[in-house]
T-cell receptor, first 111, second 115 residues
Framework: EAQVTQNPRYLITVTGKKLTVTCSQN?????MSWYRQDPGLGLRQIYY???????DKGDVPEGYKVSRKEKRNFPLILESPSPNQTSLYFC??????????FGPGTRLTVL | QQPVQSPQAVILREGEDAVINCSSS?????VHWYRQKHGEAPVFLMI?????EQKGHEKISASFNEKKQQSSLYLTASQLSYSGTYFC????????????????FGQGTTLQVKP
């Protein structure tokens, strides 16, 4: 079954404690992205990747890091989380110019 | 810069039609449409790549006017299952000849279909 998986689905953490949200896809897609969703602001792209070792900033990259060492994985790293990073995060993947598949989302709360 | 969607919210009765507009201040390479139901991930509806292109998905279709930098989503004879939030995502690569994956979504349009 074609899917994008994210882990964890829910996370409560404290300010400054480094965390990683994993994202994996089984469709051999070149493109992968991370979004955050906040009420009234829609989906905002954090980082995107066009292929292995090729990543670029989206609209709201501050406070986040990503890496793309393998085609299937695209982890999101928060080195020092702050309360303003409390949000719902989605990972997505697609072929070039193709339909996007979103993961189920990770709800992050930073206290 | 985020594309602007209008209206922000719309309430329909089953069987009625609706149009959701998406407007960008930048030249566009493509427009993507997604629907998100409450508590779920966004689900792909369609991509439009060429100026004036129109696509359909069951009773949902869309148009893309590249010159006006606008896209519209048409929902015909709406069903209860159409309820959700609709997002347009726009892509404006520097070269306008290929996509990059940098997608900017609008703030969303909430559609509620009542029996």
């Amino acid at each position: 079954e074609a899917q994008v998986t994210q882990n964890p689905r829910y996370l409560i953490t404290v300010t400054g404690k480094k965390l990683t949200v994993t994202c994996s896809q089984n469709m051999n897609h070149e493109y992968m992205s991370w979004y955050r969703q906040d009420p009234g602001l829609g989906l905002r792209q954090i980082y995107y990747s066009m292929n292995v070792e090729v990543t670029d900033k989206g609209d709201v990259p501050e406070g986040y890091k990503v890496s793309r060492k393998e085609k299937r994985n695209f982890p999101l790293i928060l080195e020092s989380p702050s309360p303003n990073q409390t949000s719902l995060y989605f990972c997505a993947s697609s072929l070039r110019g193709g339909r996007g598949y979103f993961g189920p989302g990770t709800r992050l709360t930073v206290l | 810069q985020q594309p602007v969607q209008s209206p922000q919210a719309v309430i329909l009765r089953e069987g009625e039609d609706a149009v959701i507009n998406c407007s960008s201040s930048k030249a566009l390479y493509s427009v993507h449409w997604y629907r998100q139901k409450h508590g779920e991930a966004p689900v792909f509806l369609m991509i439009l790549l060429k100026g004036g292109e129109q696509k359909g998905h069951e009773k949902i279709s869309a148009s893309f006017n590249e010159k006006k930098q606008q896209s519209s989503l048409y929902l015909t004879a709406s069903q209860l299952s159409y309820s959700g939030t609709y997002f347009c995502g726009t892509e404006s690569p520097p070269r306008k000849t290929s996509n990059t994956g940098k997608l900017i979504f609008g703030q969303g349009t909430t559609l509620q279909v009542k029996p």
